[in-house]
């Protein structure tokens, strides 16, 4: 027992202040056995003594000679620490201490490509390190892109850093987990938590601020992106890849009412990104940033979650935006528990290329408070799922028309596209559904609506396009046999057609299989029907199926 208190004793009396761990090339791993981790006093914590096996290394110790002074040039001294982590049989840590008088300066890119298992991690982990009084810890003065090298890292983590680019003219990238032929082949498993990064000011001048192109398996966490073009771009262009990356909250991209990140949020994510819990403050660009945005014709992402995020804070001259650009062909995107606006009215908020399939847009808050200018704009998507949404004020819904789905609108009228069971006969098709439930007068003519209201007026509420007409089925209820003389023709162009019912005095579903007619794009087809005098007409529901 005497031995024990004199062994702790001793390394108590004999180790530096935390923050100020000396750790020579020579003896570089200062580590603590397992069967003694319950031997430990507080104090030889708090000296710097940290248990293995991964080295840990200050960056600041003699050894590395880092001065962290905001003067001082620190890239060799930080690039010899990183090099020397990286020789570990395990790989190895670099540690900042918060107790740096200002950023570790770095006038030449860090280069970590094909590392393993290597930490660089500051005394602020846990927390961004920009919020403590905004101290920027690596502060890089370089033109040369990318400032942070990390190209086939494998389990390389980025941890308590605030990564400042402060030369304009630097356009290219700051940190980059970019992957190219050679070495680990690579970039995987790695992650940045708890940072930031930033490019200088607010000029926009830098490109990107994290490069992912080639990488698989990213997390980011706790972080922080402003002042550039690009905050996180996935593959650089066509053809590339960047899968199954983690974005989760929380993690804030650009500034209220500046116009801190100027292009896209998330540019060309690839494969199964899932982006949860995180804020998007697009702020006064013009035109607007766009949150996920496409470049350089990549067009391979597919099982996209954007799940529970804020979106909003978009200000300035009402700015033409594009938030969320599906490409064509992208398959499985999922919107869900999102809050996205207030928004400009010059706004879309989704565009979809063509045969985009299995796009869900489900519980979702839009435009609480603002005016939305087009909510849905698509080409030939397959599987387009809009359910119902919370909506302030839309100026247009839909333009375009998905070749299937279904689509709540704002004001909860459900359309479906394609294929699909008719409710009134159980054929297949696509059931356009029209009706009247109300009061008409008598001796008018109305006409039905997919609303299911009594209009005054023609009703061209079916989607414009060429298709084939049948199955015409109607049903109504007591209260509609005796108001009017029960004849239901569809009309096309104002013509009507052969297509044709008669609802008799009873309430069974009258139907007309056999007849036809086909429309061309710019046909439109309305559904009249003539009221009886001194009486009124309620209660007549009908499905028409375009195939």
């Given at each position: 027992?005497?031995?024990?208190?004199?062994?702790?004793?001793?390394?108590?009396?004999?180790?530096?202040?935390?923050?100020?761990?000396?750790?020579?090339?020579?003896?570089?791993?200062?580590?603590?056995?397992?069967?003694?981790?319950?031997?430990?006093?507080?104090?030889?914590?708090?000296?710097?003594?940290?248990?293995?096996?991964?080295?840990?290394?200050d960056v600041t110790d003699p050894a590395w000679g880092a001065k962290c002074d905001g003067v001082t040039d620190d890239t060799a001294a930080?690039?010899?620490?990183?090099?020397?982590?990286?020789?570990?049989?395990?790989?190895?840590?670099?540690?900042?201490?918060?107790?740096?008088?200002?950023?570790?300066?770095?006038?030449?890119?860090?280069?970590?490509?094909?590392?393993?298992?290597?930490?660089?991690?500051?005394?602020?982990?846990?927390?961004?390190?920009?919020?403590?009084?905004?101290?920027?810890?690596?502060?890089?003065?370089?033109?040369?892109?990318?400032?942070?090298?990390?190209?086939?890292?494998?389990?390389?983590?980025?941890?308590?850093?605030?990564?400042?680019?402060?030369?304009?003219?630097?356009?290219?990238?700051?940190?980059?987990?970019?992957?190219?032929?050679?070495?680990?082949?690579?970039?995987?498993?790695?992650?940045?938590?708890?940072?930031?990064?930033?490019?200088?000011?607010?000029?926009?001048?830098?490109?990107?601020?994290?490069?992912?192109?080639?990488?698989?398996?990213?997390?980011?966490?706790?972080?922080?992106?402003?002042?550039?073009?690009?905050?996180?771009?996935?593959?650089?262009?066509?053809?590339?890849?960047?899968?199954?990356?983690?974005?989760?909250?929380?993690?804030?991209?650009?500034?209220?009412?500046?116009?801190?990140?100027?292009?896209?949020?998330?540019?060309?994510?690839?494969?199964?990104?899932?982006?949860?819990?995180?804020?998007?403050?697009?702020?006064?660009?013009?035109?607007?940033?766009?949150?996920?945005?496409?470049?350089?014709?990549?067009?391979?992402?597919?099982?996209?979650?954007?799940?529970?995020?804020?979106?909003?804070?978009?200000?300035?001259?009402?700015?033409?935006?594009?938030?969320?650009?599906?490409?064509?062909?992208?398959?499985?995107?999922?919107?869900?528990?999102?809050?996205?606006?207030?928004?400009?009215?010059?706004?879309?908020?989704?565009?979809?290329?063509?045969?985009?399939?299995?796009?869900?847009?489900?519980?979702?808050?839009?435009?609480?408070?603002?005016?939305?200018?087009?909510?849905?704009?698509?080409?030939?998507?397959?599987?387009?799922?809009?359910?119902?949404?919370?909506?302030?004020?839309?100026?247009?819904?839909?333009?375009?028309?998905?070749?299937?789905?279904?689509?709540?609108?704002?004001?909860?009228?459900?359309?479906?596209?394609?294929?699909?069971?008719?409710?009134?006969?159980?054929?297949?098709?696509?059931?356009?559904?029209?009706?009247?439930?109300?009061?008409?007068?008598?001796?008018?003519?109305?006409?039905?609506?997919?609303?299911?209201?009594?209009?005054?007026?023609?009703?061209?509420?079916?989607?414009?396009?060429?298709?084939?007409?049948?199955?015409?089925?109607?049903?109504?209820?007591?209260?509609?046999?005796?108001?009017?003389d029960g004849t239901i023709t569809p009309r096309k162009n104002g013509v009507p057609q052969t297509l044709t019912v008669t609802l008799g005095?009873?309430?069974?579903?009258?139907?007309?299989?056999?007849?036809?007619?086909?429309?061309?794009?710019?046909?439109?087809?309305?559904?009249?029907?003539?009221?009886?005098?001194?009486?009124?007409?309620?209660?007549?529901?009908?499905?028409?199926?375009?195939?």
């Open positions: 027992m005497k031995r024990i208190v004199v062994l702790l004793l001793g390394l108590a009396l004999s180790a530096p202040a935390y923050g100020q761990t000396r750790i020579s090339p020579a003896a570089h791993k200062r580590l603590l056995p397992d069967s003694d981790a319950g031997s430990a006093t507080g104090a030889a914590l708090q000296a710097g003594t940290f248990k293995g096996p991964n080295p840990w290394y930080i690039q010899a620490c990183l090099t020397a982590a990286n020789a570990g049989a395990r790989g190895g840590t670099c540690f900042i201490p918060a107790s740096i008088a200002g950023p570790c300066m770095l006038t030449t890119p860090l280069v970590m490509d094909n590392f393993t298992n290597v930490r660089l991690v500051s005394g602020t982990q846990g927390a961004w390190p920009g919020l403590a009084g905004g101290r920027v810890n690596l502060q890089y003065t370089g033109t040369t892109s990318p400032g942070i090298s990390a190209s086939n890292c494998f389990g390389c983590t980025f941890d308590g850093l605030f990564v400042q680019a402060t030369n304009t003219g630097l356009t290219g990238t700051l940190l980059s987990f970019n992957a190219v032929a050679g070495g680990n082949g690579q970039t995987a498993n790695s992650k940045i938590i708890n940072s930031s990064l930033s490019g200088p000011g607010s000029s926009n001048t830098l490109g990107i601020l994290l490069s992912l192109d080639k990488a698989i398996s990213i997390r980011i966490e706790n972080a922080s992106f402003s002042n550039a073009k690009v905050a996180i771009q996935g593959a650089a262009k066509a053809g590339s890849f960047s899968n199954a990356v983690s974005i989760i909250g929380p993690v804030n991209f650009g500034g209220a009412g500046t116009c801190s990140i100027s292009v896209a949020d998330i540019q060309n994510p690839g494969e199964n990104w899932v982006i949860a819990g995180n804020a998007f403050e697009t702020g006064n660009c013009s035109p607007g940033v766009q949150v996920i945005g496409m470049a350089g014709g990549f067009s391979g992402a597919n099982g996209i979650s954007f799940i529970s995020n804020f979106v909003g804070d978009q200000s300035g001259a009402n700015p033409t935006s594009t938030w969320f650009t599906v490409p064509a062909g992208a398959k499985g995107w999922s919107f869900s528990g999102n809050t996205i606006g207030p928004l400009s009215t010059n706004s879309t908020v989704f565009s979809l290329g063509n045969n985009a399939t299995g796009i869900s847009i489900n519980g979702n808050n839009f435009a609480d408070g603002s005016t939305i200018g087009t909510f849905l704009a698509l080409g030939s998507g397959n599987g387009v799922d809009v359910g119902p949404n919370s909506y302030g004020t839309v100026a247009t819904f839909l333009s375009g028309t998905p070749a299937s789905g279904r689509i709540v609108d704002n004001i909860g009228a459900t359309t479906v596209y394609g294929n699909s069971l008719n409710p009134l006969g159980g054929t297949m098709g696509t059931p356009m559904g029209f009706g009247c439930t109300g009061v008409a007068s008598a001796n008018s003519t109305i006409f039905l609506s997919n609303g299911g209201a009594c209009s005054l007026r023609a009703a061209y509420s079916f989607p414009v396009g060429a298709g084939t007409w049948r199955n015409l089925r109607c049903v109504t209820n007591v209260a509609g046999i005796n108001a009017f005095k009873n309430t069974a579903v009258q139907a007309d299989t056999k007849h036809s007619f086909t429309t061309a794009a710019n046909d439109k087809v309305d559904i009249p029907v003539v009221t009886r005098p001194a009486t009124t007409i309620s209660g007549i529901t009908c499905t028409m199926e375009k195939q």
